[in-house]
Structure formats: C-alpha cells, structure tokens
C-alpha cells in the first residue's frame, strides 16, 4: 500500500514538474520540432524500445504523447497561433472511426489485449493528426527520415555480417527465428521487429531516390548525385535481404503503377539514362556471382522454390497465414456488423487453433488489416478505415495530375509518400495489425500535403 502511494506520488510530481515546464517554455514552434522528431524516430520500432506485460514502448509513442501534452498546454495558454490555426479534417474521421467502433466494446473478452490494442491504435492515430496539422517542410522531413533509415540500415548490415560470423543474438538483435540457422541466412529486420516490417519502410527511401534521381536533384545537395545510386543500392540490398516476399510484389506493383503515371513527367529516356547503367551493371554483378558461386546458387534457387510454395501455400509460414484468415472468416458472419472489439481475434481464435496458443495468452493476428479491422471494429469503421487511408492518396495524385512541374519539393513529397503508401496498403493484405505506426506517420505527411500548394 505505502509502495503504490509512493508510486502514486511520484507520477503526480512527474506530470505536474513537466506540465510546469510546458507551461512556461512550451511554444507553438514546439508542435513542428515535434514532428520533425516523429519522422525520425519511424525505423525505432524494436530497437530500443521497452516491454510493458505484454506492449512495446516505442519512441514514437513517446513523442506523440509529448506531442498532445504540448497541445493541451498551448490550447490552456491560449497560443494565439494553435487558436488560428484549423485543424486537418483526417482528424475529426479518426474520432468517428472509434465512436463508430464503440459497439464492439460490448463483445470484448479479453481486456488486456484490448486495452494496450487500443492505446496503440489511438497513438498511431495521433501521429496522422500531429503531421497533418503541425508539420511543416515536408520534403526536409524525408530527407532526415531517409538518413535515419540509412543508419538502420548500416545497422542491418552489422546484423547479416555479425549472425553469419556467429554472434550471438544478444549482440546482432536478431530475433532467433531469423538467424541463418533458419534460412541459410540471416534475414535482416534491423530495429523492426518483423524483416517484412523492416520492408515496409523501405519503401519511402527507395521511391525517394528514385524520383530525386528522375528529378535530376541530389539527395544532398553538398555532395555529388552519384551518391544517390549508392544510397539507392544500399537500401535495394538491405531490402532485398528481409527476404520478405509479400514486400518484394508490393514494391513491383507499385513501381509498375509509378511509370504508368510519371511516364509523361519523366520520359522513358530519361529513365533509361538515369537507371539503365546501374541497373545493367548490379545484373551482371549478380550473374557472375550467382555463376561463379555454388552457395548463392543455391540460395537463389531455394529463394526461388520458396516462393513457389508460399504462392502455392505449401510453405510453413503461409500455412499458418492461411489458417489465420480462414479462422477469420469462421468468425466473421456472426461479427460482420458490430465486430468482437479490439484485439480480441486472438482470443477467439485460440479456441479454434489450439497449435497456435490458448485463450489465456494469445497474441495471434489475422495477417489482413482489412479483414482484421472489419472483424474487431465492425463494418462502418472498416468502411472509414479505407476512406481515411485512401483520400490523401487521391487528393495527392488529382494534384500532381493539374501540376505541371513535378520535381519541385512538394510534388515530389506527393509522388515518394503517396507509392510509399501504396505499395504499404498492398503489403497490409499479407499482415497486421492496424496500429503500424510508420505507415501512419506517412499518412500524416500526405494528408498535410492535400492542403498545400
């Protein structure tokens, strides 16, 4: 009792020390430096990141928090700027998304998983509404957020090279079921937790050196645009070696979508030029290897043959993805309308998948987004989900197709963040859950760019 007093006491003279510092030094400027910080902080996922029974505290998470308490003490000291200031609409549809989802409240079983679901579904929301409405330069933003990747790459690189000399796991970070023991090689996740998590974000930096390059811009504009190819290959490599087959179609996809709009932009010439040279040399680069090397042989045909059976579903993990969603649709019908509340799949699905886990402890996802969020929150906030998720995307490409200079900084923010996007919503299909912060730390970015010139 005197130990939970003490607690008590010390968090109160915690949130009362911070709020008085806020009170007065906090400024409206504050709420940008904030989001630069947000931005940086999306490859931090895992690495660091402190376990709560059961939750990851994330850096992200933090700032957001910091980020609100900063607003609430603005709007208290009646900034003059927050009180002009009108807010981005993406906002008040993320409020009715979870008054909508209030019915599948009644149906939760487990409280815990709900709880700390929801906590995260609500700070990745307040990440879409701080960029929306308090960032500013974005085409600055991503250009700190391709450097911070760049490190989290670096970081992977010490991750393959340190798990195939035989460090241990407590020294590379890798989680053991993606050490080479596994694969044959390890599968690079670097700070993510998943390597299809780690996948995911590098979407930004890849489309990011693409279309600076078609741009005829450098990365940096203090260094040569020769750099630009190496930045380019590094994060092509270390996407590349997440092994993540549900990334690889993804990025195809949209890069195949990202010619058919640019192609008037940018001239097919222009991309041969820019992109046939490096592209011919690392193919030759990778046949020579793949000829004069039995082991790459070997792993590029395994690669190849998994494939195959993931596409078949006659691989473990696809399997197990299989059974997740057909367990998913066994629940469905009789929660289409209402959903069984957040988190809660897990702990239904446990009776019907016993191999999996069990009701009492039980963390299994559906790996869809969109089959998950209809199940958990109901019908209309599935409805909304995509709604709020696409807009910005056809709000941005409506722009960039009136614009007729594309390689000005806003219209390249619009094209690298809006087949970023894309290519996370194809990616969502094969994964879950909804609170993926990075994507919508992205989505914010976008959404404040429907309001820019």
């Known amino acids: 009792m005197l130990n939970l007093l003490a607690l008590s006491l010390l968090g109160i003279s915690f949130l009362g020390s911070v709020s008085l510092f806020l009170w007065r030094y906090s400024r409206y400027s504050w709420l940008d430096k904030i989001c630069t910080l947000l ?59 979870l008054v909508l989802s209030i019915p599948s409240w009644l149906a939760v079983a487990d409280q815990r998983r709900f709880w700390i679901t929801s906590l995260a579904t609500w700070l990745s929301f307040g990440a879409t509404f701080l960029l929306a409405n308090f960032s500013k330069n974005i085409y600055q933003k991503l250009k700190y957020l391709v450097v911070s990747l760049a490190f989290a790459c670096i970081f992977g690189v010490y991750q393959f090279l340190g798990d195939l000399v035989g460090l241990p796991i407590t020294l590379t970070g ?76 993804a990025l195809g996809i949209s ?17 041969l030029r820019s992109f046939g040279g490096p592209l011919a040399i690392g ?26 059976d993931t596409i078949n579903f006659q691989f473990a993990s696809s399997i197990e993805r299989l059974d997740f969603i057909r367990t998913a649709l066994i629940l469905l019908p009789e929660n289409a309308v209402f959903g069984i509340g957040s988190g809660q799949f897990g702990y239904w699905a446990s009776f019907l998948l016993k191999n999996y886990g069990n009701a009492a402890d039980s963390y299994l996802i559906v790996n869809n987004v969109y089959l998950e969020v209809w199940l958990e929150f109901g019908f209309l906030p599935l409805l ?61 970015l976008l959404a404040k760019l429907e309001i820019e010139d």
């Open 283 to 308: 193919a030759a680069g990778l046949t020579l290897i793949v000829l004069y090397s039995q082991r790459a042989a070997f792993l590029l045909q395994d690669l190849v043959s998994n494939f195959y």
């Open 174 to 249: 890798l989680r053991e079921q993606y050490t080479k023991i596994v694969f044959g090689i390890p599968r690079i996740h670097s700070t993510a937790l998943e390597p299809l998590y780690f996948a995911g974000m590098l979407f930004l930096p890849i489309f990011f050196c693409i279309f600076v390059t078609l741009a005829k811009k450098r990365i940096f504009t203090k260094i040569s645009g020769f750099y630009n190819f190496l930045f380019l290959f590094l994060f092509l490599t270390i996407f590349t070696l997440t092994l993540s087959k549900s990334a690889y179609l």
């Open 39 to 97: 931005v940086i902080s999306l490859p931090f996922e895992r690495i660091p990141s402190l376990d709560l029974g059961g939750a990851n505290l994330r850096i992200g998470q933090l700032l957001v928090v910091f980020g609100f308490w900063t607003l609430i003490i603005l709007f208290l000291k009646k900034d003059t700027e927050l009180l002009k200031s009108k807010f981005h609409n993406i906002g008040y549809l993320m409020v009715l998304f």
């Open 384 to 444: 909304l989900f995509i709604f709020i998720i696409t807009k910005p995307l056809w709000v941005n490409i409506k722009k960039l197709i009136n614009s007729e200079n594309w390689i000005k900084d806003s219209n390249l923010s619009r094209l690298i963040l809006t087949f970023s996007l894309f290519a996370y919503y194809l990616q969502w299909v094969t994964f879950s859950p909804i609170f993926i912060m990075p994507i919508f730390i992205l989505l914010g």
């Open 255 to 271: 890069l195949l979508f990202a010619v058919i709009l640019s192609i008037k932009k940018f001239p097919i010439w222009t991309i």
